[in-house]
């Protein structure tokens, strides 16, 4: 729950609630206005922490400084979040074998920086009655790869064009 989603103070429009103090200890069900004094006793909010319970549950406490700790708790988890970028690798069927092994050091290079690979074949005119010629590019494309991968979407056709998906294995 965010913190934009938590009523305080006088938005608890319920009659009773289960209340924890500022030391967090239970001080069971009261009502909403007893509970707004003792918050407004020891100068600190009354906060709906869990406003789904029968009844809702209110913590008292100081407002700023827990919005803080939430938004700095968000940015941390976010900091180790990695995004996986899709990069895309297009290719002939009828491509040098050179160019192929220049185009799998490339594939490689992206699978160790941890991102997903398209490898796509793309065939024009004449090139699509032999769509098998597509397979066996792509199958020695795997076969020169030195790094460890793991195939998420088999060679298909998609229209003229042939693609795979490949993924980098998970490191432990």
């Not at 103070?9 to 500022?22: A, G, M, P, W």
């Not at 074998?97 to 992206?110: A, R």
């Amino acid at each position: 729950m965010s913190t934009k989603d938590l009523r305080l103070n006088k938005d608890i429009r319920v009659r009773e609630v289960r209340l924890i103090d500022s030391e967090g200890e239970q001080r069971g069900v009261i009502s909403t206005i007893e509970a707004l004094e003792m918050a407004k006793k020891v100068d600190l909010d009354l906060v709906e922490v869990s406003p789904k319970a029968v009844p809702p549950v209110c913590k008292i406490l100081d407002y700023g400084k827990y919005k803080f700790e939430q938004d700095k708790r968000l940015k941390e988890s976010k900091k180790k979040q990695k995004l996986v970028k899709m990069k895309e690798i297009r290719m002939q069927p009828k491509i040098e074998k050179h160019d192929l092994q220049f185009k799998t050091k490339h594939v490689q290079q992206f699978l160790e920086e941890g991102n997903k690979v398209k490898v796509t074949i793309r065939f024009r005119g004449r090139e699509l009655a032999h769509t098998e010629l597509g397979k066996v590019v792509l199958d020695n494309l795997l076969k020169l790869l030195d790094c460890e991968y793991v195939i998420d979407k088999r060679p298909a056709m998609e229209g003229r064009f042939m693609s795979m998906i490949l993924n980098p294995k998970a490191k432990k």
